[in-house]
């Protein structure tokens, strides 16, 4: 095997493992958009993270098909990190009385998350074109989504 054909290789290898973690992270997010709708009490907030959990939903398609497109099996569930998020949020929900407040600074800490591992895996990883331009087009998504939430916690603080 010729420098070229490895290089595509790993090229081939490191987008998979990419699209397999950033696969796991929406699965993460969508189940904690869920799980946010529930404790949220005002309605637009409802709308909102319903907005959002529909978004990850697509992003989780969208990924699980160019794995597949690769030759890959994706994933199928979130990490273990995900469920003890969730778990924590659950626990923070409870002691705050489940108020809409303590949602978005859930979902902002989550959102930082998810910006930090799409920027980090981007910066880091040579991959196949269009794996990176789909990547980034979900990466402006989130950003947009953590401007706006900041927006709402803004504005539920007054």
Same mark, same amino acid.
């Given at each position: 095997?010729?420098?070229?054909?490895?290089?595509?290789?790993?090229?081939?290898?490191?987008?998979?493992?990419?699209?397999?973690?950033?696969?796991?992270?929406?699965?993460?997010?969508?189940?904690?958009?869920?799980?946010?709708?529930?404790?949220?009490?005002?309605?637009?907030?409802?709308?909102?993270?319903?907005?959002?959990?529909?978004?990850?939903?697509?992003?989780?398609?969208?990924?699980?098909?160019?794995?597949?497109?690769?030759?890959?099996?994706?994933?199928?569930?979130?990490? $273990? /990190?995900?469920? =003890?998020?969730?778990?924590?949020? +659950? *626990?923070?929900?409870? !002691?705050?009385?489940?108020?809409?407040?303590?949602?978005?600074?859930?979902?902002?800490?989550?959102?930082?998350?998810?910006?930090?591992?799409?920027?980090?895996?981007?910066?880091?990883?040579?991959?196949?074109?269009? $794996? /990176?331009?789909? =990547?980034?087009?979900?990466?402006? +998504? *989130?950003?947009?989504? !953590?401007?706006?939430?900041?927006?709402?916690?803004?504005?539920?603080?007054?």
């Amino acid at each position: 095997m010729d420098t070229l054909d490895k290089n595509r290789e790993q090229r081939h290898k490191d987008t998979v493992h990419v699209l397999q973690q950033i696969l796991e992270k929406n699965y993460d997010a969508e189940k904690g958009y869920k799980k946010s709708l529930q404790d949220a009490k005002n309605p637009a907030l409802k709308g909102f993270l319903q907005q959002q959990a529909a978004m990850r939903a697509r992003f989780v398609t969208s990924n699980d098909q160019q794995l597949r497109q690769l030759g890959a099996t994706p994933k199928e569930s979130g990490s $273990v /990190t995900g469920t =003890l998020h969730r778990a924590w949020i +659950d *626990i923070k929900s409870s !002691l705050a009385g489940n108020d809409d407040e303590a949602v978005l600074e859930e979902v902002i800490r989550g959102e930082k998350a998810s910006v930090d591992e799409y920027t980090e895996e981007l910066k880091s990883h040579n991959l196949l074109p269009e $794996v /990176t331009q789909e =990547l980034q087009s979900q990466l402006n +998504d *989130i950003q947009a989504t !953590l401007n706006k939430v900041k927006r709402l916690e803004d504005i539920s603080s007054y």
